[in-house]
Nanobody
Framework: VQLQASGGGLVQAGGSLRLSCAVS????????MGWFRQAPGKGREFVAT????????LYADSVKGRFTISRDDDKNSIYLQMNSLKFEDTAVYSC???????????????????WGQGTQVTVSS
């Protein structure tokens, strides 16, 4: 499985960005997908996760109500819509995939098998 994240950039506080993660190389196995971020000098942080079916999602408390994770299987992609961005959302955002049952979501980054290269999101205050 190969993952390619894109859509990062520079935005003012209060603005919006939409991150995309293109997925290739999958077979008939189901995968849970997630977004994680890492700010300078900090560890990797869970942001959001979505099940293979798309029916289950979970969010970090820090982004709940502002971010939305979704998936489009026709386009083999997942997305992270980020609204009301704050300075503290500044980080490198990465998408990840892990083999899992179709309704399972996974928040622990250590359980993920596949990672994209990351895309920088910078929010100016």
């Amino acid at each position: 499985v190969q993952l390619q994240a894109s859509g990062g950039g520079l935005v003012q506080a209060g603005g919006s960005l939409r991150l995309s993660c293109a997925v290739s190389g999958r077979t008939g196995t189901s995968y849970a997908m997630g977004w994680f971020r890492q700010a300078p000098g900090k560890g990797r942080e869970f942001v959001a996760t979505i099940s293979w079916t798309g029916g289950s999602t979970l969010y970090a408390d820090s982004v709940k109500g502002r971010f939305t994770i979704s998936r489009d299987d026709d386009k083999n992609s997942i997305y992270l819509q980020m609204n009301s961005l704050k300075f503290e959302d500044t980080a490198v955002y990465s998408c990840a995939a892990v083999q899992a049952d179709p309704i399972v979501v996974v928040t622990n980054p250590d359980l993920y098998d596949y990672w994209g290269q990351g895309t920088q999101v910078t929010v100016s205050s």
